[in-house]
């Protein structure tokens, strides 16, 4: 059973300070990570995607992926009151006819 | 970046009657296609992944005459969901990647679904 943990929140950050949102998961056959950023009511949205170990960079978010861990973070620097959402991480085999295993997300709230 | 189009976005119907919701890949072509439904406050949950051009693998608990899916072509998978029930009322994402190795999933805009 592939399974995604994530820690459910409520996260609460004030505003301009860095939210650290975790997630680690079961398979270690899992190859693609990803990070959606889902508003209530809203259909999910791809922030990130992550496939090497280590650190990636985008604006205000960084994916950090460490496989031997089997653990995988999103960083939210500079938080805005507009990121607050529920973030899913959600990871796959490498191919494109697989689903993606998704968390059960974290909610952030970014208090202004 | 791709692009997923799903259609209607709200659908307010009578118990009893069929609702069909149609998911396009408008710049990419999705051999597989991946349903899923929302309920409030709950997490996704993977309803069926839909192949193009096969019959659709459903997952467990899903029945697959109650949540018909076709898959006719590359960009276009529909769901009809036949004598809707209130217990039905969800909101229906559909989503597709790309048939590169490691293609991120891209999500429609929903389908929110109310069953009077």
């Known amino acids: 059973q592939k399974e995604v943990e994530q820690n459910s929140g409520p996260l609460s950050v004030p505003e301009g300070a860095i939210a650290s949102l975790n997630c680690t998961y079961s398979d270690r056959g899992s190859q693609s990570f990803f990070w959606y950023r889902q508003y209530s009511g809203k259909s999910p949205e791809l922030i990130m995607f992550i496939y090497s170990n280590g650190d990636k960079e985008d604006g205000r978010f960084t994916a950090q992926l460490n496989k031997a861990s089997q653990y995988v973070s999103l960083l939210i620097r500079d938080s805005q009151p507009s990121d607050s959402a529920t973030y899913l991480c959600?990871?796959?085999?490498?191919?494109?006819?697989?689903?993606?295993?998704f968390g059960k997300g974290t909610r952030l709230s970014v208090i202004a | 970046g791709a692009v997923v189009s799903q259609h209607p976005s709200w659908v307010i119907c009578k118990s009893g009657t069929s609702v069909k919701i149609e998911c396009r890949s408008l710049?990419?072509?999705?051999?597989?296609m991946f349903w899923y439904r929302q309920f409030p406050k709950q997490s996704l949950m993977l309803m069926a992944t839909?192949?193009?051009?096969?019959?659709?693998?459903?997952e467990q608990g899903v029945e697959k005459d109650k949540f018909l899916i076709n898959h006719a072509s590359l960009t276009l998978s529909t769901l009809t969901v036949t004598s809707a029930h209130p217990e039905d009322s969800s909101f229906y994402i559909c989503?597709?990647?790309?048939?590169?190795?490691?293609?991120?999933?891209?999500f429609g805009n929903g389908t929110r679904l109310t069953v009077t």
């Open positions: 839909s192949n193009e051009g096969s019959k659709a693998t459903y």
């Open positions: 989503s597709a990647r790309g048939a590169v190795d490691n293609s991120p999933l891209h």
């Open positions: 710049d990419f072509q999705a051999t597989t």
């Open positions: 959600a990871m796959s085999e490498h191919s494109g006819n697989t689903p993606l295993v």
